[in-house]
Every structure is written in structure tokens, then in C-alpha cells.
């Protein structure tokens, strides 16, 4: 996710406030009186080039097949089973398109990640809307929410070999964003994580299995532990225990980056829900942490042999600065090389925003939890369209823009390999 250098007031310049209607192309359930208002997400789906990257991949019917679905539900339990394999179905859809199974639906390149992300919106929007013929209150539907979510994004379907013989690899990715500003746009974090789930690769040090999740560029859910939850479970000892992990979002423009150094700060860029959060990264109850909260958390991905080999079209860089206050300052100070004992945090290398913020709770959760492997943070190029499609009303795909992104995907690739090789056998 690329990171925040401009001003909140610039910021919010660069955001439009469009709010767009529904289209009927989306097929939506009936909505009843007292029916929950759309999300700004799900109020940007109906929009020409939402619904043209949803009819040109085949995922053009997901939400209406969904509220046929529901239509048959008549109980709470059966709404739960449905929400959680709809999810599952969709994330598994989108997978087997990027990795070359089954048909491609359309004229999409087949490794886009968008198709996913518009179309989990036809989903929640279509719970969202959806009266069944039982009392269901808030607390319930926004559980079935978090079902859709969660599985749609492979967070519920991690499947680790047990045992020494297979490394285990996890790696997360992010949804597209500032969609406002561009609906068109693409995060080829999130088509990397697509690309390489589920994936076994050889290393010098043997096999070594990947899987994949993603994470909304949302606030909130931060706020509400989706991290820590997500990965925990594959921190804490145990057979199925990760030996590495990568967090991978967008970041600078023409070059990777390995982050070297996370900070406890958000900027309070706006998300895709339009909500601006700044202050301390909020550490969500119940989870393992370490006290006092740090202001800095480090990499443990193996940056020297990374940014020394070749991995591709595009360099990688050892990234190492920071935006500290200085011990006993008031000012922000930018440090080239780390920040500065007893500092507090204003941006890590990945910036002030979620990139960053993955990046300190996924190492801030490893530190807990004593998990000794690498694990840091990679950014990658942003993903450009050809010179002559620039304007958010354009092409919402060019040839240079799908060799970008399967060059960026393949490099992330690439990195991986290289840091897995640095893993004793």
C-alpha cells in the first residue's frame, strides 16, 4: 500500500467524494424498510467499471446466484454454513482463475485480483440487504458479514502441511485502493497472494508450501484484531507452525522494498471506507503483545541475501528510513538509517498507513510469541497502465498494465524463493 507523504488537506483533495447508486445490473435482493444503509465500498460497486471488470472476468453473477441462495435459507445456522462456503467458493473461484484452472469467464487477464474484490462486495452488499423470513438483528448479520469476509479472503482456509519435511510459508496481500480516485485500480499484492496460494515451491533447503490470505484496507478492522486473529494460530508452537511469513503490499513507484523498521503510528490516511484514523497502533484485547508497547518493531527477513540477488526487472531495496520524534523532541525528524533510542514512531519505512500497520502487528505478534523466523514486510512497485491510458476513465486494462503486474507478481515470487533458501533444512 502506497505510502503517505502529503498533508491530511492534500490528502483528502485527492480523494473524491462520488457516492454512486447501486446498479440494477447487480441484481439485488429486495431491500425492506430499516434495511442497513450500503457501505462506501458497496456504494461504489455499481459504477461502469466495477460491473465491466465483474462481466469480463464471469463473476458477473455472483450476487445474484448468492440472493437465490439465501432465498432458501430459513434458519440462523443454515445463514451461517451459507455465508462461510459462499465466501469460501468465491475465494477458491478466484484462485483457480489466476492459477490457470478452469475457464476464465471473459476477456480479463486471468491474473487479476479485482474480479475478487468486486465481486465479495455483490456478496456482503446482498446479505446486507437480505430479509429473511426469521428474526435476524444486527449482531447476527454483521457476524454473517464477518463469515463472507473472512473465508472470501482465505483467511479460514489455511492448510499447512504438518511435520519437518515442508516449509511452511504465509504470506499476506491486500484489496485495491484509493478507488475514488481511481475505480480502475488493481494491488498486485493481492494478485500475488492469489497466484501463490496453495503453491509448492523447491528451495535448497527442501519444499517449502505457501499459503495466502488478504486484508481489507480498512481501519477498523485492524483495530478489531483481523491480523492477530488471522495469524495466530500459526505463530503459537505447534506442527503446523509457520518458518517464514511476508506481509506484501504497493508501495514506490519502479522498485521493491524490504522494510526494516515498523512503527507504532497511524497517519490517519483514509481507507476504502472513508474513515481517517491517527494515533498509536491500537493493540486489540485478548491477543498476545509485548509490554509496553514498542514504538518500533524490526524485520527478520533476510534483506542482505533478498536485495543482493536477482530477481528481477526491478530493484529491491534494503529500505531503511523512518520519522521519528527524537527522545525529549516535540518535532517529527526523518532518519535515513532507523530511528534513534528512545524515539517515538511517526512513519516506519512502509509509511504511516496499513502497510505499515501489517507490518508492526504481524512482527509485534511474532516478538510475543517469541517466533523465531523471518519475517518482515515487502513492498512492491506500484502497478501502472500504459502511457496512454492514464485517466481514471480509461481502459480499465492495457497489455503494459497486465505485463506489469505478472512481472511484479513474478519478482514477489522470486524473493520468496530466495528468502526461503536462507531457511535451515
Do not use: C
Amino acid at each position: 500500500m502506497r505510502i503517505s507523504t502529503l498533508t491530511p488537506g492534500l490528502r483528502g483533495a485527492l480523494l473524491a467524494a462520488t457516492i454512486l447508486l447501486l446498479s440494477p445490473l447487480a441484481a439485488p435482493a429486495q431491500a425492506a424498510p430499516g434495511t442497513p444503509s450500503p457501505t462506501v465500498e458497496e456504494q461504489r460497486l455499481g459504477g461502469r467499471i466495477p460491473q465491466e471488470i465483474l462481466r469480463r472476468s464471469g463473476f458477473d453473477r455472483v450476487g445474484a446466484d448468492f440472493a437465490r441462495a439465501l432465498a432458501g435459507v430459513h434458519s440462523l445456522d443454515q445463514a451461517d454454513r451459507l455465508a462461510t462456503e459462499q465466501g469460501r467458493r468465491l475465494w477458491r473461484r478466484a484462485v483457480d482463475r489466476v492459477q490457470g484452472r478452469g475457464p476464465s469467464g471473459g476477456d480479463l487477464s486471468r491474473d487479476d485480483d479485482r474480479p475478487l474484490y468486486w465481486a465479495r462486495l455483490e456478496l456482503t452488499g446482498q446479505l446486507r440487504r437480505w430479509q429473511p423470513e426469521f428474526a435476524l438483528d444486527d449482531r447476527h448479520r454483521a457476524a454473517l458479514m464477518e463469515r463472507v469476509e473472512r473465508a472470501s479472503r482465505g483467511q479460514d482456509s489455511i492448510t499447512f502441511p504438518a511435520g519437518h519435511r515442508v516449509k511452511r510459508i504465509l504470506v499476506t496481500g491486500f484489496d485495491p485502493f484509493e478507488l475514488d480516485d481511481d475505480a480502475r485500480r488493481s494491488n498486485p499484492s493481492g494478485a500475488a497472494a492469489l497466484a501463490l496460494d496453495g503453491t509448492t515451491v523447491n528451495t535448497p533447503s527442501g519444499p517449502a508450501r505457501i499459503e495466502t490470505v488478504l486484508f481489507p484496507v480498512r481501519w477498523d478492522d485492524f483495530a478489531a484484531g483481523t491480523v492477530e486473529h488471522t495469524l495466530l494460530p500459526y505463530f503459537r508452537p505447534g506442527p503446523r507452525q509457520v518458518d517464514m511469513f511476508t506481509t506484501i503490499s504497493q508501495g514506490r513507484p519502479g522498485r521493491f522494498d524490504l522494510e526494516r523498521t515498523n512503527g507504532a503510528w497511524r497517519g490517519g490516511f483514509e481507507d476504502n471506507a472513508r474513515i481517517s484514523r491517527e494515533g498509536m497502533v491500537p493493540v486489540p484485547p485478548g491477543v498476545p503483545s509485548v509490554h509496553p508497547q514498542p514504538q518500533w518493531t524490526v524485520t527478520t527477513l533476510p534483506y542482505a541475501a533478498i536485495t543482493t540477488a536477482k530477481t528481477g526487472s526491478y530493484p529491491v531495496y534494503d529500505h531503511t528510513d523512518v520519522t521519528e520524534i527524537p527522545a525529549g523532541g516535540t518535532e517529527p525528524v526523518e532518519r535515513p538509517d532507523g530511528p534513534t533510542p528512545g524515539s517515538t514512531a511517526r512513519a516506519g519505512g512502509g509509511g504511516d498507513y496499513l502497510s505499515n500497520e501489517i507490518a508492526y502487528r504481524a512482527t509485534l505478534l511474532r516478538d510475543a510469541v517469541k517466533l523465531r523466523v523471518p519475517g518482515g514486510h515487502l513492498h512492491t512497485p506500484v502497478l501502472e497502465f500504459g502511457a496512454g491510458n492514464t485517466s481514471p476513465d480509461g481502459a480499465v486494462t492495457d497489455p503494459d498494465f497486465v505485463r506489469n503486474r505478472l512481472a511484479i507478481v513474478a519478482q514477489v515470487r522470486s524473493v520468496l524463493m530466495v528468502a526461503a533458501g536462507t531457511l535451515r533444512g
